[in-house]
């Protein structure tokens, strides 16, 4: 039994590996829409977030105009904001054992044994 001519005959592909690029094409249009709604729904957050931060940020300055050099609290918000992202700042220890079991539940579960 021949079977007819489509984009397997065409490509010269097998049926498994048409099926296998078929599945990653639908995989990539499914993380693109996925991405794109992402963005739309958090972009306006991100937005009014770092209007604020920088409305705050002139209000600082315009405040203390004079007396705080701007490298200084340039310096001060850099290491703020490094502390503040790995987690040392913080009202509990983050690596104390509930913290670390945490932490080894969430890899086994997700990489595995």
Not at 22 to 40: D, E, K, N, P, S
Not at 48 to 53: C, F, G, K, L
Not at 104 to 111: D, K
């Amino acid at each position: 039994m021949t079977r007819g001519k489509g984009c397997c005959r065409v490509l010269h592909l097998h049926e498994d590996n048409t099926r296998f690029l078929l599945l990653g094409v639908v995989m990539l249009i499914y993380m693109a829409a996925g991405a794109w709604l992402f963005q739309w729904l958090e972009h306006q957050n991100e937005t009014d977030d770092r209007e604020r931060y920088w409305e705050i940020y002139r209000w600082f300055m315009e405040k203390y105009n004079g007396t705080v050099d701007p490298a200084d609290v340039e310096v001060l918000l850099w290491e703020y904001g490094n502390a503040s992202s790995s987690g040392i700042i913080q009202k509990r220890p983050r690596w104390d054992y509930p913290g670390a079991f945490y932490f080894v539940g969430t890899v086994v579960s997700t990489i595995g044994e």
